[in-house]
Nanobody, 114 residues
Framework: VQLQASGGGLAQAGGSLRLSCVASGIIVSTHAMNWYRQGPGKQRDMVARITSGGSASYADSVKGRFTISRDNAKNTVLLQMNSLKPEDTAVYYC?????????WGQGTLVTVSS
């Protein structure tokens, strides 16, 4: 299983970014897929999750601003991030589990300036 995350960069507060996670070795529509983030000096926390059935859930800190979705044709998971805040600055990781194993993408850095 390989997860390739991209789409990070520099954004101003109030701006938007869209992260992509291209998966190989699994079919994203049959697995729960997650986005985590790790800010400077902080632990890695889950930001958003989409189940195999398509149900989405979010951390309280991003509810109403972030949207997780899938593009099944491209075997990709997306994270649309709107109304960005400086506290959203972090490395964002794509994650899934298969056969009790945890798989992580390489991370993509999001920096939000005030």
């Amino acid at each position: 299983v390989q997860l390739q995350a991209s789409g990070g960069g520099l954004a101003q507060a109030g701006g938007s970014l869209r992260l992509s996670c291209v998966a190989s070795g699994i079919i994203v529509s049959t697995h729960a897929m997650n986005w985590y983030r790790q800010g400077p000096g902080k632990q890695r926390d889950m930001v958003a999750r989409i189940t195999s059935g398509g149900s989405a859930s979010y951390a309280d800190s991003v509810k109403g601003r972030f949207t997780i979705s899938r593009d099944n044709a491209k075997n990709t998971v997306l994270l649309q991030m709107n109304s960005l805040k400086p506290e959203d600055t972090a490395v964002y990781y794509c994650n899934t589990q298969q056969d009790s194993l945890n798989y992580w993408g390489q991370g993509t850095l999001v920096t939000v300036s005030s």
